[in-house]
């Protein structure tokens, strides 16, 4: 045997077991820290593992998720890419890839895997939500209704989101450092969350922690201000489960045998005692084993809202609500129920000053991960449907944190999209709501309203047509409009000739919702046209009313005793050429007395008809002259009665004096 040959392989078997090892500690810690979510700590020892060559596989999927979870979506993508083929890839990752894809504008790419994952996963509601007719859904809302963003001048390279306005200040939550703490959170190595404030709109001023006894050594964020019974002042808050001075964990004990603590989230309750603010107490709905925050109190103060991840939910966490009693207890919670809770993450909920609802969702469809809704409810007050608020508010991001000032308008929202400072950051925001032109078209002559006027809209600087629309039965018409426009309006009716308005809505306030315009149209003087006449036959050789033209000659009574009660006509009778000028001449005058006659018996005034007068063959509308030369249509046309329009409305009468 070959002792020199034993001696290396020995040695060669000792390294290779020390290198294991070594390999499998970096994996242990690795995965201790992302059991922990410190997940920017345990990226750089999955990273070593790459380097190492060691359990690449399981590597690249947890890169993958750290930065997914981190919502750094375009640093996760490089990951999947490197894994998400394999045969043995759990199918959930598609859908974690088809997100990350989504948030990164890649569509097209997400589309393929959300399809992929469908096959696998047929009952995951978030499939039928996020794929419709077989395309990637797009967002529907209202482009017209908008937001101006703009970061707030306090924001650092750190984290700050939520926002709360209280006599006259702004409380927001910060990871910045303190003198008293200086350890940093694993999840995202950024100092631990304080609640801060700042006067609402100074931009020169520094931002102040909030009272002591609000803030501790772990996470504190969702600072809202109430009243008691007492009508006192008192705050809500989120915190790690910490109370008292005492931590409060829950136990874990995963598959590997591995024990995990969990130091989950709390609602406090805080007072001001002897002009400080001290924590009361640690409210009923809270537990160890869920996290329950991100509290929103409704203007009565009848109703807390708040996201937990208690069992029995549809999802990861959803909102939910509490009776708030009249001496301040808290009743049992209740879920918001499937319209706004889904099976992904439904968070951060606040209740404006008419009661609507708003909150953050990765589980209804949005523009990237966490995007904010707004609920609409029916007369008694049931959620019915939840809205998009739609970009700029909305991003590729997460954005959340939505929080309205008392106008309605203005508000805070937070986000970490791209171009900020750091992870998460504030934007006040600015409302611009839907504008839209709204008018009835009348009559010029009688005032009535008119129906099934086509509206066309057009930009007066480009002749564009905008939008297109037809009046309803009472004459109304709305279109949607833009901002800083100048607009032409015609409006076009058969027995109106059609018309042009103007407006522009380049002075048109940031509040204002509709712009009024209504719009008067001139009757054609055409009784035919007016009345819709048919043809009005007579017999041959003979000028009695047939039934048939009864019917039409009945259009004419109503057109001048309702609809134009001041029109005053002419009756003309035409024949075709066929027979003598005596002959047509006589059989036309009869025709035309019998209409005369009829319109009379049939309550038309004999003022409104200056005269009647047959025509015979005298006037034809074509070039017939007799049988010979023309079809038995083209004859037709020349026997007519026609009601030439002397005057539609009286026209006032000015006397000198």
């Known amino acids: 045997m070959n002792i020199k040959r034993i001696t290396i392989s020995f040695f060669a078997s000792i390294l290779l077991c020390t290198t294991l090892n070594a390999q499998s500690s970096v994996q242990k810690e690795a995965d201790k820290l992302f059991n922990k979510f410190a997940y920017a700590k345990a990226i750089p020892h999955y ?33 999947f890419k490197r894994f998400i083929e394999g045969t043995d890839t759990p199918t959930n990752y598609y859908f974690k890839y088809a997100m990350a894809l989504k948030s990164s504008g890649d569509e097209k790419a997400a589309l393929k895997w959300l399809k992929k994952y469908k096959k696998y996963n047929k009952n995951d509601k978030r499939v039928k939500e996020f794929l419709k007719d077989g395309n990637l859904a797009s967002v529907v809302f209202n482009s017209r209704e908008r937001y101006d963003l703009e970061p707030v001048p306090f924001n650092t390279e750190y984290s700050e989101f939520g926002s ?29 969350l304080d609640i801060f404030y700042v006067p609402e709109g100074n931009t020169m001023a520094q931002p102040k922690r909030f009272g002591d006894e609000i ?150 469809l949005g523009f990237g991960q966490l995007d904010v809704f707004g609920t609409v409810a029916d007369s008694t007050g049931q959620i019915k449907d ?66 099934s006027v086509q509206i066309s809209l057009f930009n007066q ?10 009046t309803d039965a009472n004459g109304g018409y709305q279109m949607l409009i833009s901002r800083n426009v100048n607009y032409r309006i015609e409006a076009v009716r058969k027995t109106h000739p059609h018309k042009s308005v103007y407006f522009s809505t380049r002075t048109t306030g940031r509040a204002t919702k509709l712009i009024k315009q209504d719009i ?39 057109l001048m005793t309702e609809t134009y009660p001041e029109m005053i006509i002419k009756l003309e009778a035409h024949t075709d050429p066929v027979g003598s000028h005596a002959y047509n001449d006589q059989l036309s005058e009869r025709r035309a007395k019998s209409a005369y006659e009829y319109l009379l018996a049939n309550g038309v005034s004999r003022n409104h008809i200056l005269s009647y007068k047959g025509f015979g063959k005298r006037v034809p ?37």
Request: net charge neutral; aromatic share 12%; proline share 4%.
């Open 164 to 192: 709360f306005v209280h006599e006259g200040n702004l409380y927001f939550s910060a990871s910045r450092k303190s003198q008293k703490n200086d350890e940093l959170y694993g999840w995202n190595n950024e100092p631990w």
């Open 47 to 79: 990273e070593q593992m790459v380097v190492n060559s060691f359990n690449e596989t399981h590597a690249f999927q947890r890169l993958a998720e750290c930065y997914l979870l981190m919502r750094d979506f375009e640093k996760s993508i490089p990951y």
């Open 386 to 451: 939840v809205i998009n608020l739609g970009k700029p508010l909305n991003s590729e991001k997460d954005d959340f944190g939505y929080y309205a000032l008392e106008n309605g308008i203005d508000g805070y929202v937070s986000s970490n999209r791209k171009g900020g400072k750091g992870g998460d950051d504030i934007y006040r925001f600015r409302f611009i709501p839907s504008l839209s032109v709204q008018g009835v078209v009348t009559d010029a002559i009688n005032l009535k309203t008119l129906d």
């Open 520 to 558: 008067e149209l001139e009757p054609v003087l055409d009784v035919k046209v007016l009345a819709g006449l048919k043809k009005i036959y007579y017999d041959f050789n003979k000028a009695n009313i047939r039934p048939d033209a009864a019917i039409e000659l009945d259009k004419v009574v109503k």
């Open 621 to 657: 509308i074509n070039e017939c002259t007799s049988k010979q030369d023309c079809s038995p249509e083209k004859l037709e046309l020349n026997r007519r009665t026609e009601f030439p329009v002397v005057q539609i409305q009286a026209r006032a009468v000015t006397q000198s004096k």
């Open 461 to 470: 600087a480009t002749g564009e047509l905008m939008s297109k629309t037809v």
């Open 215 to 364: 803030n501790s050594k772990y996470h504190e964020s969702s600072l809202v201000f109430s009243t008691d019974y007492k009508n006192d002042t008192i705050v809500y808050f989120t915190r790690n489960n910490y109370f008292q001075k005492k931590e409060g964990f829950h136990t874990i004990k995963k598959e590997d045998k591995l024990i995990e603590n969990q130091n989950n989230l709390k609602i406090y309750k805080g007072e001001k005692i002897d002009g400080k603010w001290k924590v009361t107490r640690n409210l009923k709905t809270n537990a160890d084993h869920y996290s329950t925050g991100h509290p929103s109190v409704n203007t009565d103060r009848t109703l807390l809202y708040f996201s937990s991840d208690r069992p029995g939910g549809y999802g990861g966490t959803d909102i939910y609500y509490a009776k708030i009693h009249p001496r301040g207890g808290i009743g049992e919670p209740v879920n918001a129920g499937p319209v706004v809770n889904t099976a992904g993450n439904e968070m951060f909920p606040y209740v404006n000053n008419e009661g609507q609802l708003f909150f953050s969702s990765d589980g209804h």
